[in-house]
């Protein structure tokens, strides 16, 4: 008998597929606390899809995802004996409906492919949405005001404008997600904006009395576009995609990033939680298998999760009576985990009075050298989860982010302070617990004139202008100005030191020689780093330097907006820009560190500029994503590599890392709930002898409005851990 040249193409067409099944149906290895299967569409296996199951069935409601291989196979590691919703969502698909499991048993599913690119477009993150929004193009810049085309005189480019929008619109949430691209029908989105941007919520999921802080806040920022101008550009947006405008579709998961395992834990009732903490960056073995810490915005508690059994506690930290302002209890912002284990939290509002011993240069060398009265309540928190003890910390400086040196003495420094660095000697500290003893703090000071030293004669130094009244106050604040940055050859004196000012932010320590490196926030066109040595004998043997990255030919600057600074073993500086980049400053480049040119622009040579993965901004230069810190694995801890720098993607639902080798980027994506907003991040060693088990990177959903998640009103923050095993089926 012979077959007909179609018979022969479809017998081989149905052995090719035969086959494809067998391969997707073998090799997966399941066990008593896995679930695995094969994820198959309308054209075969799906690759490089989530698979998500979730469980209420805990104490606190619990959720593994995974990502499948290339022939849509899936394992789900490490699953508590619970009954689980298990369900697949990727790109290019809509959800599929959820089947309940339990571990241990093979579940194979059915993607579904999206009907149309608008449906589709649903499961994008927010920086893709975001991307379609149109600024005012580069020739309508310098801005001539209401009277003339809308446009705020203080913004002099383009890049001013987007350096405000993306700076004082996406540091509390995310702009794109649902909750933001969607407008209640008002019958004028202009009016519809305007009304969005005065409300604040006072239910029992809010923010309380700092929703209305904030409100006023967005009410400034968008003042600062020019309202009117400002209020027309979010409704052009809402109203194109209300049209049926949809952004570019992402890339599902490749390479290393379909062996990424997340796991998440509902966290802190509903409350507005900033940083977390697990582990001594210098040894990431301390805490082993410990709480996750994280700080309470809202209502001034160290929250803690046991992720072995999911019990959550609320530490309360502790104020001085009458409270301040309208707060309960004091402001805890950034929590870091010492080598004792104990949690030291910088405090944004804390409570009591100020001291002589800051001013008063009799009482103390820091006072002499550089008096900061600051304001009342300057205090640092340490939690001892040993003795269950807090103790509050009277402190000279205002402080913000926490991190620690490399020396026996295991100084503890801070940020915040718009004028000097901050520090415990927590070795005094644990000696003598004597605030005035252990607490050092040293200004910002350029050796502008050369001489290789700072000169001690602080009237001697040139000064900036009033960093507070420059910067408009506070982080987040509009009314920024270029005139925060102070620099020699601004009518400054040439023979002199120069003294700048900011709002110093993320900040880390180099484990090559203990310099301090501190993003320089305000204001974000310019912005860059400061890098402190603190020396032998402080005050006296501060110094500081201060490196921008270079100018383009244009005027703009190549980067802006930086938030985060973090060093590896080989003391590069890596850096986050809010603009879109991660940067690489290796200051062994620069010819010059000192001196009258000394002032940010003397070392272009020392930079390189890594562009983050996602669409850019329409009608810009500039990437749709923001990135609010870094994180430099030293101990290769994740197992992408030793010094591998991480950022968080907080408008991407991502964390996202940079293989310095390769040049690629490897972004960890939280596809559930939508609206991951990450701040931080750190990463510890429970078992170093469990392989990719008892290795994890820690974050928290860090966004101050719980309710713009896709599962609405009610949500809670979320602990989410990731791990990257050897292969999508490691179990």
Not at 17 to 43: H, L, R, W
Not at 203 to 223: C, E, F, R, T
Not at 327 to 348: E, F, I, L, T, Y
Not at 370 to 382: I, S, W
Request: charged letters at 20%; a negative charge; one cysteine or more.
């Amino acid at each position: 008998m012979k077959f007909k040249k179609t018979h022969l193409i479809l017998a081989f067409v149905g052995l090719i597929a035969a086959t494809g099944a067998a391969a997707a149906n073998s090799g997966i290895p399941i066990v008593g606390d896995t679930i695995g299967g094969v994820v198959t569409g309308t054209k075969g296996p799906e690759a490089g899809v989530w698979v998500i199951a979730e469980t209420h069935d805990l104490k606190t409601p619990f959720t593994k995802i995974v990502v499948t291989d290339d022939l849509g196979r899936y394992v789900l590691p490490e699953l508590p004996k619970a009954k689980y919703q298990v369900w697949v969502r990727g790109y290019g698909l809509v959800d599929s409906k959820p089947v309940e499991a339990t571990p241990g048993n093979r579940v194979d599913l059915a993607a579904v492919t999206a009907p149309d690119a608008k449906s589709a477009a649903e499961y994008y993150p927010a920086n893709y949405w975001w991307s379609l929004l149109k600024p005012p193009s580069a020739d309508e810049f310098p801005g001539t005001g209401a009277n003339g085309n809308g446009i705020a005189p203080v913004m002099k480019n383009q890049q001013a404008w987007v350096a405000h929008m993306k700076e004082n619109c996406l540091f509390c949430h995310q702009i794109g997600n649902k909750a933001t691209r969607e407008l209640a029908d008002s019958g004028n989105s202009v009016e519809g904006w305007a009304q969005r941007i005065q409300k604040f919520r006072d239910d029992d999921i809010a923010l309380g009395d700092h929703a209305k802080d904030l409100g006023a806040q967005m009410q400034n920022n968008m003042a600062g576009f020019g309202h009117t101008r400002g209020l027309k550009m979010y409704a052009d947006w809402t109203d194109r995609i209300a049209g049926g405008e949809i952004p570019p579709s992402p890339p599902r998961p490749q390479g290393l990033e379909r062996n990424v395992v997340i796991t998440q834990w509902d966290f802190a009732g509903g409350h507005f939680v900033h940083d977390e903490a697990t582990t001594d960056k210098r040894n990431p073995t301390v805490n082993a298998n410990g709480p996750v810490y994280a700080t309470d915005l809202q209502l001034g508690h160290l929250e803690a999760l046991d992720p072995a059994t999911g019990t959550t506690t609320e530490i309360d930290i502790p104020g001085v009576s009458p409270p301040v302002a309208h707060r309960p209890h004091a402001m805890v912002h950034n929590p870091m985990v010492d080598g004792k284990g104990r949690v030291w939290m910088s405090m944004r509002e804390g409570e009591g009075k100020t001291y002589d011993w800051c001013t008063d240069g009799s009482l103390n060398k820091f006072a002499a050298y550089f008096p900061n009265p600051g304001r009342v309540g300057q205090e640092v928190a340490l939690y001892d989860p040993a003795a269950k003890k807090v103790d509050i910390i009277p402190v000279c400086f205002d402080t913000h982010h926490v991190n620690f040196g490399h020396t026996k003495d295991d100084v503890v420094y801070f940020s915040g302070d718009f004028n000097v660095l901050g520090w415990i000697n927590t070795r005094v500290w644990d000696e003598t617990h004597d605030a005035k003893k252990a607490a050092g703090w040293c200004p910002f000071v350029l050796d502008t004139n050369g001489d290789g030293k700072i000169d001690t004669k602080g009237a001697n130094w040139n000064q900036p202008p009033d960093p507070i009244a420059a910067a408009g106050g506070a982080e987040g604040s509009s009314g920024r100005t270029p005139g925060a940055q102070a620099m020699a050859g601004d009518t400054q004196d040439p023979h002199k030191d120069t003294r700048i000012a900011s709002f110093p932010y993320g900040m880390n320590i180099s484990p090559v020689d203990d310099s301090v490196w501190v993003a320089k926030y305000t204001p974000a066109v310019p912005s860059g780093v400061i890098r402190m040595e603190v020396g032998s004998n402080p005050p006296e043997t501060c110094k500081t330097e201060y490196y921008e990255p270079p100018k383009l030919p244009n005027g703009n600057y190549a980067a802006f907006n930086v938030r985060g600074v973090d060093i590896d073993s080989k003391g590069i500086a890596w850096v986050t820009f809010g603009s879109g980049q991660l940067g690489r400053f290796d200051r062994n480049k620069c010819k010059v560190k000192a001196g009258p040119t000394a002032t940010g622009q003397q070392c272009p040579e020392g930079w390189t500029l890594y562009q983050a993965p996602g669409p850019k901004l329409t009608g810009t230069d500039v990437g749709s994503g923001w990135y609010y810190l870094t994180w430099v694995d030293l101990h290769n801890v994740l197992g992408l590599g030793k010094d591998v720098p991480f950022m968080p993607g907080s408008n991407s639902d991502s964390i996202l890392a940079f293989l310095p080798d390769s040049h690629k980027w490897v972004e960890m994506r939280v596809p559930y709930p939508m609206s991951f907003y990450p701040r931080g991040m750190d990463a510890r060693i429970d078992d170093a002898k469990a392989g990719w088990k008892g290795r994890e990177l820690w974050s928290v959903n860090a966004i101050a409005t719980p309710w713009h998640q896709e599962t609405g009103e009610g949500s809670f923050e979320k602990v989410v851990k990731f791990q990257v095993r050897p292969s999508p089926l490691a179990n």
